[in-house]
């Protein structure tokens, strides 16, 4: 199964990763069955079986119902071994998070907080991410650290923000943002962070794209791995291009010496699909837009309009990549009941497919990018196992 190449040791660490990632998305699993959907023999499972349940990452959890022969003994994953906590950052907020190896939100909070680039406001970034971890009320040594996520871009080693329009910085040390917090940390940029939170719980772990639709356009291109009997954590799939700007499918054009974009240029796919577009019509709430857009003739008329460029960026994003693609963001949250008529208008602009089903929505529709930047380090962990 595994190349020739690849020692022993390595083998015997893939076989048990395989094996922790079935108990974990399976939930309940027996030894015999492991061994075939795998196809590890018998001793092997046995022995990896044991060293999980040293570890605490595994327990048994009663029999099967018997099909003739012994009752197979149950096996469960322990999500609440290891826990860590997501941050995302914006212009006007701050999301936390707490997950742990189930990848789910567990508890999740927002605040108003705006953001300075200064000690004050890193203090209290500390203040309240150290104030979230104490109110888990878990033990410390299960902890993985903080997870947080930017509307900017990341340099690859994660020791930089080169570039954040949102924030309003570029060339800031990562550092900065930890300084405070005497725990693990890590950075990740928010579009990555979310599609991270996607493929955490996708088995099949496609190439896809996620276009993120807040108040800043933003999206993620995930390849599905080449190697998979070798679990590799979702960040190391993302394709982040030379300078880590790639999925900056805000700054795509749409219209030629269209609307002036936040970054200087005109018509950027930004200035028509950001979420800001729907709030500003309603007092900056995009909840009250949807809330009203049935019942107004104004509202339904930028609706449409918005679909329309929208259907032209997720063309171009069909026609340039031949994936599925992932709608989210604070508009992808709330797109569920226009999906259809979003298709209908993609496909009038595609020569190739005769449906648009590989238009989805996000599956996290709160808080996906502080949840996918805490996934990073679950991800991390779970592949020293
Ligand atoms: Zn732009």
């Known amino acids: 199964m595994a190349g020739k190449r690849v020692s022993n040791m ?18 309940r699993v027996s030894r015999p069955e492991i061994a075939a959907r795998l196809g ?19 327990a048994e959890a009663g029999t099967f119902d018997s099909t003739g022969g012994r009752k197979a003994i149950a096996l469960m994953p322990i999500y609440e071994a290891r826990f860590a906590i997501g941050i995302d950052i914006t212009q006007n907020h701050i999301g936390l998070v707490l997950t742990d190896l189930s990848g789910d939100v567990l508890v999740h909070r927002r605040q108003k907080k705006v953001f300075t680039d200064n000690e004050i406001y890193y203090r209290e970034l500390a203040d309240l991410a150290l104030a979230f971890l104490e109110e888990s009320k878990r033990p410390t040594s299960q902890f993985l650290g903080f ?11 994660n020791r930089m923000v080169t570039h954040s329009h949102a924030l309003g910085i570029a060339g800031v040390p990562s550092q900065r943002f930890f300084e405070f917090i005497p725990h693990p940390c890590t950075l990740t940029n928010d579009a990555n962070a979310a599609m ?11 190439t896809s794209i996620y276009l993120s639709l807040s108040n800043y356009v933003g999206g993620a291109i995930f390849t599905q791995p080449k190697h998979d009997f070798d679990h590799k954590p979702a960040f190391e799939n993302l394709f982040l291009g030379d300078h880590c700007r790639s ?18 240029k005109d018509g950027c796919v930004d200035s028509y699909c950001s979420a800001r577009v729907l709030s500003n019509l309603t007092d900056g709430k995009l909840e009250v837009f949807f809330e009203s857009l049935a ?25 340039a990549f031949d994936s599925p693609l992932i709608i989210g963001g604070y508009v992808g949250s709330c797109i569920d009941a226009y999906l259809d008529d979003l298709r209908r208008r993609v496909i009038k602009l595609n020569p190739f497919d005769l449906d648009a089903d590989y238009i989805r ?20 962990f779970i592949q020293t196992i």
């Not at 390595?10 to 399976?26: D, G, H, P, S, T």
């Not at 529709?365 to 991390?380: C, D, M, N, Q």
Request: proline fraction near 4%; charge should be negative; glycine fraction near 10%.
């Open 10 to 27: 390595e083998v015997k660490r893939i076989n048990r990763n395989q094996m922790y990632w079935l108990i974990n998305r399976q939930g």
């Open 196 to 206: 991270i939170a996607e493929m955490y719980h996708d088995p099949e772990q496609r």
């Open 40 to 58: 590890i023999s018998v001793p092997t499972v046995l022995q990896n079986v044991s060293e999980l349940m040293e570890r605490g990452l595994v």
């Open 295 to 319: 019942q107004s003739e104004p509202l339904g008329r930028s609706w449409s309009q918005y679909l329309d460029h929208l259907a032209i960026a997720v063309n171009s994003l069909r026609m």
């Open 147 to 157: 997870g947080l996520s930017i509307p900017g871009i990341v340099s690859l080693d």
């Open 247 to 264: 999925g900056e499918f805000g700054h795509m054009t749409l219209v030629p010496g269209g609307t002036t974009c936040y970054c200087g």
């Open 361 to 380: 929505s996000c599956q996290f529709k709160v808080e996906a990018s502080a949840l996918g930047a805490a996934l990073r380090l679950i991800e991390a």
